[in-house]
């Protein structure tokens, strides 16, 4: 008979790190993508936006202040804090089970006016994500990643055109010869 799973005890495998890390590396591609061809002031990351939005401003005034600094740019030293780690378990918990995978690991932008990068992303939980994700989306704090996308998909669409012209220019030449 198995044992019974403790995971204050379990091991962390570096597999399952791997394929963790896999997963929130698919989901910004998969977000940045949602970025690039739907403005985001109309797009929707779960059925529940407002309820996230509105309880988060309601726990999380501080989001609120100097222009919703706080969310533009993520401080992580304040969503590290320990002050703050205890606010969010509570937050986080209350959404069990309302939203799917919502303690799952994902990355997200540190400075919303920039694209994924090395300097520019954290881990969070899913329903961080959900959290800062939507008010920047609400509040036009990711009108300047849309316009990043756009122009970052245009450049990727003008290279693989030239590329599939020089390929059919070889092919022709070869057929020449």
């Known amino acids: 008979m198995a044992q019974k799973f403790d995971p204050q005890n379990a091991q962390n495998l570096v597999e399952i790190e791997k394929q963790f890390a896999v997963k929130a590396v698919e989901h910004a591609?998969?977000?940045?993508?949602?970025?690039?061809?739907?403005?985001?002031?109309e797009l929707k990351l779960s059925k529940i936006d407002d309820e996230i939005f509105e309880d988060t401003l309601a726990t999380f005034p501080e989001l609120a202040e100097n222009e919703h600094a706080k969310i533009t740019k993520l401080d992580e030293d304040w969503l590290k804090s320990e002050t703050s780690k205890k606010r969010w378990?509570?937050?986080?918990?209350?959404?069990?089970?309302?939203?799917?995978d919502f303690n799952f690991g994902s990355l997200i932008r540190t400075d919303a006016r920039e694209e994924y990068s090395e300097t520019n992303t954290i881990f969070v939980t899913r329903i961080q994500f959900y959290v800062f994700e939507i008010a920047r989306n609400r509040l036009g704090l990711n009108d300047r990643a849309h316009e990043i996308a756009k122009?970052?998909?245009?450049?990727?669409?003008e290279k693989a055109e030239k590329e599939k012209a020089?390929?059919?220019?070889?092919k022709a030449k070869k057929k020449r010869n």
């Open 29 to 41: 591609q998969t977000y940045w993508n949602l970025l690039e061809k739907v403005p985001p002031r």
């Open 89 to 100: 378990r509570e937050f986080i918990a209350r959404y069990e089970k309302k939203v799917k």
């Open 151 to 157: 122009e970052e998909a245009a450049k990727e669409k």
């Open 166 to 170: 020089r390929a059919e220019r070889e």
